[in-house]
């Protein structure tokens, strides 16, 4: 293995000593776990700062077309693992640690969790960072460095509350500050046009964006790329005339506009926030960020007409996607090109992605405030939008209804600009997720678009890291598979196919057995220590831990666990087999029926976990605080994974892949990435049940009767009026009525219509959980045949598809 030449242990141990001295100002003595913590880190910087400076040498030398992701949102988790491990040096900093009585492991614990993202869009840029340095692909990840990522949420009384999470406290060894990176962004004010010809935007209002850099190391220490994340400062940090006249706020006021910009993450992940602030957001890490690759292309290569040449911009969903417009302008307006040549340049230069397909999801702004706040980009657009229209009218394809469709101006109502069109328009690649969710755009929301550009819209389908998601998070499952079959698969992960020949040899899945035992008591012990929770580790974990929507249907798992309930007290006699039911996930906090869910979780937590009746045949637990370094905790303790979404709703997910790769078997509708998961796996190693996409789309045209299907099931209707009558909630018992009662006359999301099938599966997976070397067999063969699931994979081909690197 791949380890760095200066970093012998006893070298390491001194530089963490000296980093510790010198950059600390403690001694050994005197150090307290977060000053080793920093210390470790720093030390470890040396080493990544040489093989950053060579990454980037190497690109420039080689004239290399760099690829730049841009993201409102990485969801990056802790890093010092990471990195120890993609250099190979986790063992030593271990035994230099240990020469001081510090014990790696309780370091790692005390990283804060840098979580500056919402979800699986933010985790899967996380895990696009370190591929593509994996990959020796030289790249860009374009953000903002927001002082307060995802809130904290706290549990209190059963109620979801959020507080603020702080994770810069103790300051971050990770970034490197390049205040000489530094663009000014303007807002509002109006657009000047001179005699010949030559426009000028004077905004009224501007801020100074810096560049705030973290190093993403690869694979084996391969490469590393660069995270750059925006900070925001006034141009102005105070004005004195104001301070001196005694208005103290008014002379900080531009200082306090400049911050709100870095100061939070928007908590929601399928509402359009709609807010002001949010378009300001978008804007302004949007232009920091093209003109940073404009400058560093013309400093390069000299010539603006190169630019789809050297550069590959990937639109991470519509949020960075006012870019297309901030380039064409800057190409325009400040490089002198005519309309039709930016335009050129630019489609060639773009990617987009897009992440979901719920309507509520999809951007779009109102038309005077983008106006008001961004008069240049505005009259842009309605250049791009008659360019678009003028191609659509000529090529005869759409008629009236769908050249509407496809404007980048909704002209219904209250008029708007939708970013999916621009984002659509603007790129000459527009990508689904998984396959279903490609195909779905097809026929839906890009419909008309798809007609009129047939060959724009192409699949990638999502990948997660194997490193953080194997090696780092399971590494008794990982040293087993190596036994087994080498270690090839650490380098390609497709390799792990070599372990479905021990699908059938008993000792080794008695092995696997055992390391999936001990990740359940390690979790039980964790479970214990923060929440005061005894779980038996031999009881079945089956485990839904996502962001709380209700198209994700933890209320149709919280239904069943009722009903489950219910069948043990009323059939105790039968062979139950024991279960452990972990939900854990934010709700955004203006969403009211995701907070009802969790309070929900734990009100039948309490009252089952507290039942004698149930005899410890099963437990529900709610772990607070979802988050990244979570679920390296939960996943590999899992038995069971739930992706139980609405068909057609979840655009491919990326937990599903975690948990096949650390051996836990599905239970999921045929949704998003579960269908691939499907394919590989095998029909006799997942287990499925639920309407299809089609039926679901079938049902919700035609009309569908849920109260008939309620009250046709013993089984559901006791479970429901149990809920819905206070069994759960003595204290309020009118508390989940709506909730309940919205399933008797709606039922967006066909959870009763699902119901029966999805109790069935669960039957299913107890017949298997019987026989657990069959169990055993099964959860190899999920670990063997889910390698193509690496981001390695997705990422290459992105590489080769869509941005002609590689
Ligand atoms: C939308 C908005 C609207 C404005 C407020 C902030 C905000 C933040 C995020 C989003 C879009 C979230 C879309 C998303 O996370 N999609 C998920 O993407 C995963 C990676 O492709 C995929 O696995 C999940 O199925 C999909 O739900």
Redesign the pocket.
């Known amino acids: 293995m791949a380890t760095i030449e200066s970093a012998t242990e006893k070298g390491l141990q001194a530089r963490i000593v000296d980093a510790l001295v010198h950059r600390i100002g403690k001694d050994a003595q005197a150090a307290l776990p977060h000053d080793w913590l920093a210390a470790t880190i720093y030390a470890l910087r040396d080493d990544i700062i040489e093989r950053w400076m060579i990454s980037s040498k190497a690109a420039h030398a080689a004239g290399a077309k760099r690829v730049y992701y841009l993201s409102l949102?990485f969801l990056i988790g802790r890093l010092l693992r990471d990195a120890l491990s993609n250099l190979g040096v986790s063992e030593e900093v271990r035994a230099a640690l240990a020469e001081h009585g510090v014990d790696l492991d309780e370091i790692e614990e005390i990283e804060p969790d840098a979580a500056l993202g919402?979800?699986?869009?933010g985790r899967?840029a996380a895990c696009f960072m370190e591929s593509l340095a994996t990959l020796d692909i030289p790249a860009y990840g374009y953000g903002i460095r927001y002082v307060n990522g995802m809130f904290r949420q706290r549990i209190d009384d059963g109620w979801q509350v959020e507080l603020p999470e702080n994770w810069l406290a103790h300051g971050n060894p990770w970034e490197f500050e390049r205040r000489e990176s530094a663009y000014r962004i303007g807002f509002g004010g109006e657009v000047i046009g001179d005699i010949d010809g030559r426009i000028e935007w004077r905004p009224a209002e501007q801020v100074i964006a810096t560049a705030v850099d973290t190093p993403i190391v690869g694979w084996r220490g391969k490469r590393v790329n660069t995270l750059r994340l925006w900070n925001a400062f006034p141009v102005d940090p105070i004005r004195l005339d104001a301070f001196n006249a005694g208005d103290h706020a008014g002379a900080l006021a531009e200082q306090v506009r400049a911050e709100s910009l870095v100061r939070v993450l928007?908590p929601?992940?399928?509402?359009?926030?709609g807010q002001e602030l949010?378009l300001r957001q978008e804007y302004f890490f949007s232009a920091a960020s093209i003109q940073d690759i404009l400058r560093r292309h013309m400093q390069y290569h000299g010539d603006i007409r190169t630019l789809p040449d050297k550069v590959a911009i990937q639109l991470n969903?519509t949020?960075p996607a006012v870019s297309v417009a901030e380039l064409m302008r800057l190409l325009m307006d400040d490089h002198g090109l005519e309309l039709p040549d930016a335009w050129t340049i630019t489609r060639k230069t773009f990617g987009y992605t897009n992440?979901?397909l719920l309507p509520e999801?999809l951007?779009s702004w109102p038309l005077p405030l983008f106006e008001r706040m961004l008069p240049r980009h505005m009259q842009i657009i309605y250049a791009i939008n008659a360019m678009v229209l003028r191609e659509a009218r000529l090529s005869k394809k759409l008629d009236e209804s769908a050249i509407s469709a496809i404007s980048l101006i909704d002209e219904g109502g209250e008029r708007r600009v939708r970013m999916a069109n621009l984002a659509f328009a603007g790129a000459h690649s527009v990508n689904g997720?998984a396959a279903l969710h490609t195909e779905l755009m097809k026929q839906t929301v890009f419909a008309d678009f798809h007609r009129l550009y047939p060959e724009r819209i192409n699949n990638k389908t999502?990948g997660v890291t194997p490193r953080r998601w194997l090696l780092e998070c399971n590494p008794g499952l990982t040293d087993l598979i190596r036994e087994a079959i080498g270690d090839r698969f650490m380098d390609d992960a497709e390799e792990l196919v070599d372990l479905a020949a021990f699908a059938t040899d008993g000792a080794f899945a008695e092995r696997v057995g055992a390391i999936k035992r001990a990740n359940k008591e390690a979790l039980a012990n964790h479970l214990r220590v923060h929440m005061g929770i005894r779980l038996d580790p031999a009881a079945m974990f089956d485990v839904q831990i996502k962001r709380i929507h209700e198209y994700k249907r933890q209320l149709l798992n919280l239904i069943e666990t009722v009903a489950l309930y219910d069948q043990i007290r009323s059939h105790p006699e039968r062979d139950w087999m024991p279960r452990v039911k972990i939900f854990g996930g934010k709700a955004a906090p203006s969403y009211h029926n995701a907070k009802l869910i969790i309070k929900l979780a734990n009100d039948i937590a309490r009252r089952v976990n507290s039942d004698p009746s149930v005899g410890g045949l099963l437990k529900v637990v709610f772990v607070p605080n979802y988050n990244v370094s979570l679920a390296e905790k939960i996943i590999p303790a899992a038995d069971l994974s739930e992706q139980i979404s609405t068909a057609g709703m979840?655009?491919?997910?990326?937990g599903n892949m975690k948990f096949a790769l650390n051996g836990a078997l599905t239970i999921g509708t045929l949704d998003?990435a579960n269908i691939e998961i499907k394919d590989r796996v095998g029909d006799d190693n997942i287990v499925i049940f639920g309407l299809t996409a089609d039926e679901v789309a079938e049902k919700r045209a035609n009309g569908y009767n849920p109260r008939e299907v309620i009250e046709g099931s013993r089984e559901l209707q006791q479970a429901v009026s149990a809920i819905a009558s206070g069994v759960f909630s003595p204290d309020d018992p009118g508390r989940y009525a709506d909730l309940i009662g919205g399933l008797y006359d709606h039922d967006w999301f066909m959870v009763a219509a699902d119901f029966e099938s999805y109790s069935h599966a669960q039957r299913a997976v107890d017949q298997r959980w019987s026989d657990p070397s069959q169990w055993q067999a099964s959860a190899i063969r999920n670990i063997a045949n889910v390698g193509w699931f690496s981001s390695d994979r997705t990422i290459a081909e992105y590489a080769k598809d869509i941005w002609g690197v590689l």
């Not at 919402?118 to 869009?121: A, E, F, M």
């Not at 929601?268 to 926030?273: G, H």
């Open positions: 949102e919402n979800g699986g869009l899967l928007y929601a992940d399928s509402t359009a926030a949010r969903d949020h992440h979901t999801a951007e997720v999502n979840e655009a491919s997910g990326t998003g």
